[in-house]
């Protein structure tokens, strides 16, 4: 599905036009504020179902290709998963390149939420990894075009982390037959927005949590919150589990943690997991490991999102994202059926719906 999966970096930089060609992008727009100290980028992947939402990420990324390549990956997977989640939205993304603990300014916001009216509502932003409700009142003093902000959706990380959790369920019952998650052992990588309040779902039905995270304040937080147990980030793929939960950043199931992982079941709420998604989703179905995909089971947080634009409660974004249950069962049934790896059973599921609108590049 992905012809541009192992494509470098570098490459991407050199020829974007051809990556997004390869990967079928609409837009790309390169964001720049001298003044405010904004280095952005913007994806648009597909307007098919409607106008392409998703969050922006504000991550000091090692270089501009690194970021681009995110961007390109992230927006594709929005496609995807508002399709899959039946939500008359496209996908699209957006990344802020700088610390988000140290870089944030209003100005910043203020100058980015410019540049996301510039697309006239093709694209809706909201937050993701840095970014935070407040961070979108600066960026709506510019734009009209935001959603998640307070007093309204609000953040949207309670519901993604409840569809995670349903999803979580799903999984088990496929192999066990029945979802009780009690005295089970899950890892859960990443304990911020998301990971935090997943943590609290677990450890409410008995599971065994190992917790980890790259901040160690946010970490100690969560551990005495729940009673989980803190590992140190490089050893959370050596603990013994049941279920590994990535809840951080994507690519963590790869050449080097699949030799290490000794779970059977992969669910969690990072984007792009897979470091490559031919090669690693293939080796997970060899291994026998359900992988819950993750545009499918981290879904609640568009779900929320798309609460506010069409006017929705937030009742009505929870009962939404218990079918992520379904949804992550059915994923997996057609897998088992057809012997075809479950991250490619979500893409064509997705794109079922896209094509009966109008034609997705893949």
């Not at 049941?242 to 992969?266: E, F, H, Q, V």
Request: aromatic fraction near 6%; glycine fraction near 10%; charge should be negative.
């Amino acid at each position: 599905m992905d012809k541009n999966q192992h494509t470098t970096s570098e490459g991407i930089m050199l020829q974007p036009l051809d990556t997004m060609q390869h990967m079928g992008h609409e837009q790309l727009v390169f964001c720049n504020d001298a003044e405010s100290g904004l280095r952005a980028i913007i994806a648009v992947h597909n307007t098919v179902l409607g106008p392409a939402l998703g969050g922006t990420r504000m991550w000091m990324y090692s270089n501009e290709a690194e970021a681009l390549r995110d961007v390109l990956r992230l927006s594709r997977g929005m496609t995807y998963k508002n399709a899959i989640s039946k939500l008359a939205l496209g996908g699209g993304k957006a990344v802020i390149i700088g610390d988000a603990r140290t870089m944030k300014s209003d100005k910043l916001f203020r100058r980015f939420g410019a540049f996301v009216e510039s697309l006239s509502g093709k694209y809706i932003t909201a937050e993701d990894v840095g970014i935070n409700p407040n961070d979108m009142v600066q960026v709506s003093h510019s734009t009209k075009h935001v959603v998640g902000l307070p007093g309204k959706s609000g953040d949207p990380s309670p519901v993604t982390a409840y569809g995670v959790y349903m999803g979580m369920k799903a999984c088990v019952a496929a192999q066990k037959g029945n979802d009780s998650l009690k005295d089970l052992r899950i890892a859960v990588q990443g304990v911020g927005h998301v990971g935090r309040y997943l943590v609290h779902h677990l450890r409410e039905e008995g599971a065994q949590v190992f917790a980890t995270d790259i901040h160690e304040d946010t970490l100690k937080s969560v551990v005495n919150e729940t009673g989980a147990v803190a590992v140190d980030p490089k050893d959370i793929y050596d603990v013994p589990m049941d279920i590994y939960a990535p809840c951080a950043l994507g690519a963590t199931i790869n050449d080097d943690t699949l030799s290490r992982l000794t779970c059977s079941i992969i669910a969690g709420a990072a984007n792009n997991q897979l470091a490559d998604e031919t090669k690693h989703g293939k080796a997970l179905m060899e291994k026998g490991i359900l992988y819950a995909p993750d545009f499918a089971i981290n879904a609640g947080g568009v779900i929320n999102c798309f609460s506010e634009l069409s006017g929705h409660s937030l009742e009505w974004s929870k009962q939404k994202a218990e079918e992520i249950y379904q949804t992550v069962a059915e994923i997996l049934s057609r897998s088992a059926s057809t012997g075809i790896p479950s991250y490619r059973v979500a893409n064509q599921m997705a794109e079922e719906r896209i094509q009966e609108k109008g034609s997705l590049n893949v």
